[in-house]
Structures are given as structure tokens and as C-alpha cells.
């Protein structure tokens, strides 16, 4: 499986004949290996050059830029080369037609609550109070069967992760991460700073698997296919982000290895430092790595294997081979 690499530091990126290098503004080289690399998280101020890019593009190796706040910016996304006419013309299909996007949004929102309820459950089992909490989620998800409109599911959505995010409060043991409300762009506190840095990385993960498959990332169904360089990838992580980026706030925090020492104030909110966002993203890496038993293929896969697969079910539906049904864990 090829690797992620994250640069936090400000430099250059560069190519020397067959191989990367990163050069920080000290003069430090830190050489990349190409081919176990598939991605890059450029979080610092990195100056790149076309040859660079052509190079890249050759090694099918994705960029990800993020702004000051570990935002996601935009992405360098190679050639696809395994992109399929035929398959955009299917996306294209069950999107133009309202039945059959409005039956895949509301299969992303129904995956999206049945995560979260498996991971309050989890905690619940583990001594937290939140089955509140899990009562006024499931009366959110009945509201589902009866919507008719993408704007209707996602409303629903909004509203059960504004209760699923004041649960936090009973899931993580730490009077200095505190959730009050929902802020963003930029968050006002240390866990709205957690929460969107974790929903970033796992919107450009999850981007990155979709680059590996016959899908067009362009096309989504419960966020709105427009200008808007990516959708389809917004889409899926709402799957995942309980499983994988939200697991990992829990820990870093309730075990303190993320402490207030490892965030910044400026421009009127909060956000990780250097440190922090390294020590946030190791953790990520080795989630994404961690295997469990997949009850329908009969073997062990990684969390990110579990992402291939669910763009797999995707296309499998766009082909009218299987009907999609999203990944719920099952703990």
C-alpha cells in the first residue's frame, strides 16, 4: 500500500532525475520516496514548479494543499487514468434523474446516522450517558422516510450532527476541550479546531481513493454537483468521518496526547500547530491502516481499503449489477 506523506513545514518541493525532495527554509532535504508514495498533504508554504507537476503526474502521486487553519484548499489532481467515459454518462444518469439521486442521497445520510449511533453506543457501553443523545438522533433519522427533497435530507443531516457534536461533551473527559456549538472558517475552539481538521483529512483521503477507481469526483448526489471542483468525495467521508476521524479525536484527547499546548489563537479563532496537526495525522495514518474483520468478504481489511470498497459498491450501482447499501461498522 503505498503512503501519505504530510509536509507541515514552509520549503520546496523539487525533483532531482527520478526522485523528490523536500528542502525546508533551513536547507534540510528530506527525500521522498516515489513509488510507495499515492499522496501529499501540503500544509505549509511550498513553492513548486511545472516540471515537478509533469513529474508527479507521471507518478500518478495526488497533491492536497491546506490553508493556515488545515482547511482543505485544493488538490493537484493527475490525469485519470482510469477514468471512464461510460462510467461519467452512468454518474451523470442517476444524477439528472431526481428518483435515483434523491435514493443514493438519502442512502449517504442513512449511513452517515447509523455510524454515529455506533459510535455513541460504543461510548455508551464504555460508561459515557448519551442515550439522550441516541434517542433524539433516531428521531431525526425517522424524519428521513418522509422527505422528498435533497434540501430536506440535508437539513436532517445538519441537524442530528449539531446533536451528535454536543454529545462530545460526555465522550471526552477534558474541562479544556469543551464543544459549545458548531463553528467553522474559522473554529472558535479547540474541539471545532479538532473536528474540521479531522473532516478535511478525510475529504481528501477518501478524494484520493476515488482517483483509483473509474468514478469522477465531480459528480456527487447529496452535495450538489455545480461549480464546486469536488462533490462526490464530500459525500462518502459523511460515511466515515464517525468511524475514522471523530475515533481519533476521542483518543487523542481523552488519552492527552493532544494537550491546549498544541494550538494556536489568530485571526479570531483556533487551530493546531505544527505539532499538533503532526501528532493528529500519525494517528490517522495508523487508523487508516488498523484492520477488522469484513463480515461480507470474510477477511480482514484496513479502514482505507474499506473506502476503495465502498467507491466499488458505487460503481456496481451505477452499473446496475448490485444496489448500493452504505458501510455501517459493525463493533
Known amino acids: 500500500m503505498k503512503k501519505t506523506i504530510y509536509i507541515f513545514s514552509n520549503g520546496d518541493l ?7 525532495y523536500f528542502e525546508s527554509e533551513e536547507g534540510k532535504r528530506k527525500y521522498v520516496p516515489v513509488e510507495n508514495t499515492g499522496e501529499m498533504m501540503i500544509f505549509g508554504e511550498v513553492t513548486i514548479n511545472k516540471k515537478l507537476l509533469d513529474f508527479l503526474s507521471q507518478q500518478e502521486i495526488i497533491l492536497h494543499f491546506f490553508n493556515y487553519y488545515g482547511y482543505y484548499s485544493g488538490s493537484f489532481y493527475p490525469r485519470e487514468h482510469y477514468n471512464s467515459g461510460f462510467m461519467i454518462l452512468k454518474q451523470s444518469e442517476f444524477y439528472l434523474d431526481g428518483e435515483k439521486r434523491f435514493n443514493l442521497a438519502e442512502k449517504f445520510v442513512r449511513g452517515a446516522i447509523l455510524n454515529i449511533k455506533k459510535v455513541l453506543s460504543y461510548y455508551q457501553n464504555r460508561g459515557s450517558e448519551l442515550s439522550n443523545y441516541l434517542k433524539e438522533i433516531e428521531n431525526m433519522e425517522n424524519r428521513i ?5 435533497i434540501d430536506e435530507l440535508m437539513a436532517i443531516e445538519g441537524n442530528m450532527r449539531e446533536i451528535y457534536y454536543h454529545s462530545f461533551n460526555k465522550i471526552v473527559k477534558s474541562e479544556e476541550f469543551k464543544f459549545e456549538e458548531r463553528t467553522r472558517r474559522p473554529p472558535k475552539n479547540r474541539l471545532n479546531a ?8 478525510i475529504y481528501t483521503i477518501v478524494l484520493s481513493e476515488i482517483y483509483k477507481t473509474h468514478l469522477d469526483p465531480r459528480i456527487g448526489f447529496l452535495h450538489t454537483t455545480n461549480f464546486r471542483r469536488f462533490t462526490l468525495n ?8 464517525p468511524v475514522i476521524a471523530d475515533r481519533v479525536i476521542f483518543s487523542l ?10 494550538f494556536i489563537r489568530a485571526f479570531g479563532g483556533i487551530s493546531l500547530n505544527d505539532k499538533g496537526r503532526a501528532i493528529f495525522a500519525e494517528e490517522i495514518e495508523k487508523r487508516l491502516k488498523t484492520t477488522i474483520q469484513h463480515r461480507n468478504i470474510g477477511r480482514k481489511v484496513s479502514y482505507r481499503r474499506l473506502i476503495r470498497l465502498e467507491l466499488y459498491k458505487l460503481e456496481k450501482h451505477f452499473l446496475n449489477e448490485k444496489e448500493y447499501e452504505p458501510f455501517v461498522i459493525n463493533w
Open 194 to 201: 479538532l473536528i474540521s481538521f479531522g473532516n478535511s483529512l
Open 253 to 262: 484527547v481523552n488519552k492527552k496526547v493532544l494537550k491546549p499546548t498544541h
Open 145 to 149: 422516510s418522509s422527505q422528498k427533497m
Open 234 to 241: 464530500l459525500d462518502v467521508a459523511e460515511i466515515f468521518k
Open 14 to 20: 523539487k525533483r532531482k532525475q527520478n526522485t523528490l
